[in-house]
Nanobody
Framework: QVQLVESGGGLVQAGDSLRLSCAAS????????MGWFRQAPGKEREVVAT????????SYADSVKGRFTISRDNAKNTVYLQMNSLKPEDTAVYYC????????WGQGTQVTVSS
């Protein structure tokens, strides 16, 4: 059974950077497509970025393109989200997800960006 644990959230100022990590259990992690979602108060959960199993194919929401980078280290069973030039509108709970059936979600990590 796959379990995901996020870390790295916090309170930062606009323009700062954060790196989120998502540690996965399970021997077949390297075969999973992985992603990051976020959910701001009063809004629906939205996809932020996804990465295929090799790490060579990534996709991003328009709102984070050029600022966020998703990556993975299959040897460490970990996926990362490097967030640069953070904006107050990036404030949300960030969730890691494994695109398996059914999807597996982490517990979420809070990111708060002050202006």
């Amino acid at each position: 059974q796959v379990q995901l644990v996020e870390s790295g959230g916090g309170l930062v100022q606009a323009g700062d950077s954060l790196r989120l990590s998502c540690a996965a259990s399970g021997r077949t992690f390297s075969y999973y497509v992985m992603g990051w979602f976020r959910q701001a108060p009063g809004k629906e959960r939205e996809v932020v970025a996804t990465i295929n199993w090799t790490g060579r194919s990534t996709s991003y929401a328009d709102s984070v393109k050029g600022r966020f980078t998703i990556s993975r280290d299959n040897a460490k069973n970990t996926v990362y989200l490097q967030m640069n030039s953070l904006k107050p509108e990036d404030t949300a709970v960030y969730y890691c997800v494994a695109y398996i059936n059914p999807r597996v979600w982490g517990q979420g990590t809070q990111v708060t960006v002050s202006s």
